[in-house]
């Protein structure tokens, strides 16, 4: 299957301070790569789909001033978290289809799991 | 609102007996559905997918489709300890995104 790497699997911050977390295909390009947020026991949540060369659409209840979505090429989509606070420690991860995959399926990446004091 | 409904479980089976993990969908329109297998700590990995009424195999697993009863299920046969780990049932409609249920988790006892 596609592979999507991202980076970085771990994070610890401090409250106010924002993290970049990258997200990477590494063998096709993926012109719309998906972010989910996950916190324990809990499903994923879409937060947001972002669209190569375009602005992110963000699901309802997501702050898009605070979860910044950049998707500058057809292999990179980065999610910033500014001025995290305890309540964003969650398991961030990023998704893509793989080309050609006409069933729709999702690849994941391994996940960034952000812990802010 | 377009919902999938898991039993969170967990599901404890003993190693070598057959797992069964039931899904259902209120999406009518659903037409593609998802089972991904989550270790605890990691990210979802996709097991395999079904889109057609009826029983697909693949290996020890099987996913089985009832668009009347609007459910869908994985079996696993010959259950593993190594199997053990939260499953999570995906559909979508189309080419629009996944809408994934909260998992059940599959305790497989040596």
């Known amino acids: 299957g596609a592979v999507v790497s991202q980076h970085p699997s771990w994070v610890i911050c401090k409250s106010g301070t924002s993290v970049k977390i990258e997200c990477r295909s590494l063998?096709?390009?993926?012109?719309?790569m998906f972010w989910y947020r996950q916190f324990p026991k809990q499903s994923l949540m879409l937060m947001a789909t972002?669209?190569?060369?375009?602005?992110?659409?963000?699901e309802q209840g997501v702050e898009k001033d605070k979860f910044l979505i950049n998707h500058a090429s057809l292999t990179l989509s980065t999610l910033t978290v500014t001025s995290a606070h305890p309540e964003d420690s969650s398991f961030y991860i990023c998704?893509?289809?793989?080309?050609?995959?006409?069933?729709?399926?999702?690849?994941f990446g391994e996940g960034s799991r952000l812990t802010v004091l | 609102q377009k919902e999938v409904e898991q039993n969170s479980g967990p599901l404890s089976v003993p190693e070598g007996a057959i797992a069964s993990l039931n899904c259902t969908y209120s999406?009518?329109?659903?037409?593609?559905f998802f089972w991904y297998r989550q270790y605890s700590g990691k990210s979802p990995e996709l097991i395999m997918f079904?889109?057609?009424?009826g029983d697909k195999e693949d290996g020890r697993f099987t996913a089985q489709l009832n668009k009347a009863s609007q459910y869908v299920s994985l079996l696993i046969r010959d259950s593993q300890p190594s199997d053990s780990a939260t499953y999570l049932c995906?559909?979508?409609?189309?080419?629009?995104?996944?809408?994934f249920g909260k998992g059940t988790m599959l305790l497989v006892s040596p």
């Open positions: 972002s669209n190569e060369g375009s602005k992110a659409t963000y």
């Open positions: 998704s893509a289809r793989g080309q050609g995959a006409a069933s729709g399926e999702l690849f």
């Open positions: 995906a559909v979508n409609r189309g080419y629009s995104t996944l809408t």
């Open positions: 063998d096709f390009q993926a012109t719309t």
């Open positions: 999406d009518r329109g659903s037409q593609s």
């Open positions: 079904i889109y057609s009424n």
